[in-house]
């Protein structure tokens, strides 16, 4: 069993490009398959090495490996279309010669019958059907000599023994003109599958309106390879058991391209971001403190100093239990950092008031005189103020937290506190109380 993915380098790796590769790659390692990665480059204006990279990449950092193809090698050259061209021609020849093809305005075509049917099982829709009659001759060359989708792809799945084709039903239509030019070639026919296409959450096309659609995108945003890989999964299939959450092993072990459902899967960013969270928090400590201290040195291009560690690891873990994404962690920490310190003006307007600022002042009396400056004195210290004073947690909690971490979204309060010192605190309430 061989199966592929050919994806087009006039673009960054598409979500449903990856989708796609996935479950080939699924099936494959699933059934002790082979798995080829070509690159299909015959649009030599729009294919660029940055594009090929990007998609290559993208693919390894999902943990989609490949027996076959660019990069690994393989019997059958660099397996770019545009170092194929002449074995492209000599098959439109050869068609041309036993009177299959024929030649129109420079350009070759390929004759239909007029009668006739075009009939195959397809894994995800069962029995297809198609009318030659609705068929028109299509090109195979352009007057230029240079292949169409259907030739090249065609040709290239022949020469690279693929013998199954699972791709987009945006392809759908095209199947009976490959399988017309494989009898044509007296090749064997693969088996066929034609994935549904990802849909954004309105019923639609997932496309640039919905937001991000590259794989590299994701990434950028904080998102874990092994969350991605996981919801994508998800899309138009399921390992059973109502299973969200689970490792590529299992994965491997249930997928089956006859279980992948025909209609359009929902690619919905807030699951992913859910699922992201869940991935993030199951990073045992070691691991997570090394990415949350790479995530920050990358957000603001410097080596944090070392008193800046010294109150970040005192954070780790409560915001390891509240993001999302990896890049939502500089904007919970970012008040502990030696950097120009700033309170965010509309928060402080929605906070402030006269109760909240006699809250403050109080607190800020009791840490001057505290001797210990632990998380659960802090912790005794500010409900202890509240009750004194009636007020209620909200209104003496969120005025002290845009005070001390200059927004309402930060870790817990007292660890926030806590992490950030004794002397800071005192003079960022003492910044930010009206009458002191």
């Not at 993001?323 to 500089?330: A, Q």
């Not at 950097?339 to 906070?351: A, L, R, S, T």
Request: hydrophobic share 35%.
């Amino acid at each position: 069993m061989k199966l592929r993915i050919a994806p087009s380098p006039t673009g960054n790796l598409h979500i449903g490009n990856a989708r796609t590769a996935l479950f080939n790659w699924l099936y494959a390692r699933s059934n002790d398959g082979q798995f080829l990665v070509r690159i299909d480059d015959t649009d030599t204006e729009r294919s660029l090495p940055e594009y090929e990279e990007n998609i290559i990449n993208n693919l390894k950092w999902l943990g989609i490996d490949w027996d076959e193809g660019i990069e690994v090698g393989g019997k059958e050259g660099t397996y770019r279309q545009s170092d194929r061209f002449e074995r492209y021609t000599q098959v439109a020849e050869e068609l041309l010669e036993k009177g299959l093809a024929y030649e129109e305005d420079g350009a070759v075509r390929f004759k239909v019958e007029d009668k006739g049917e075009i009939k195959f099982h397809d894994k995800v829709r069962g029995s297809m059907k198609f009318d030659l009659s609705d068929i028109e001759d299509f090109v195979l060359l352009r007057s230029d000599k240079s292949p169409t989708y259907h030739l090249a792809s065609t040709v290239d799945d022949i020469d690279y023994g693929i013998t199954l084709i699972a791709r987009g039903e945006d392809i759908l239509s095209s199947t009976p003109k490959h399988i017309l030019l494989m009898n044509s070639l007296d090749a064997p026919l693969p088996e066929f599958c034609h994935l549904s296409l990802l849909f954004g959450p309105d019923g639609k096309k997932l496309s640039k309106r919905h937001g991000d659609t590259s794989v590299s995108s994701y990434k950028d945003k904080g998102i874990l390879a092994s969350a991605l890989f996981n919801y994508m999964c998800l899309l138009g299939w399921s390992p059973g058991n109502d299973l969200e959450i689970f490792e590529r092993d299992l994965a491997i072990e249930k997928f089956d391209l006859n279980d992948v459902l025909p209609n359009p899967a929902i690619f919905d960013t807030k699951k992913l971001l859910w699922m992201n969270g869940q991935y993030i928090r199951e990073i045992v400590k070691d691991d997570f403190e090394t990415l949350f201290v790479e995530s920050i040195e990358n957000s603001i291009s410097r080596e944090l100093f070392e008193d800046e560690l010294d109150r970040l690891k005192k954070i780790v873990q409560p915001v390891q239990e509240r993001i999302e994404t990896l890049n939502d962690i500089n904007e919970q920490i970012k008040f502990l950092l030696d950097e120009p310190f700033e309170i965010d003006q509309n928060d402080w307007k929605n906070v402030n008031s006269l109760e909240g600022q006699k809250y403050m002042k109080k607190i800020r009396e009791r840490f001057i005189s505290t001797e210990s400056f632990e998380l659960k004195n802090i912790e005794e210290i500010m409900r202890f103020e509240l009750e004194e004073l009636s007020i209620k947690p909200k209104i003496g909690f969120q005025i002290t937290r845009v005070a001390v971490t200059g927004t309402k979204i930060s870790p817990p309060l007292f660890e926030s506190i806590f992490a950030l010192g004794k002397e800071t605190t005192i003079a960022r309430l003492a910044e930010s109380i009206e009458d002191l």
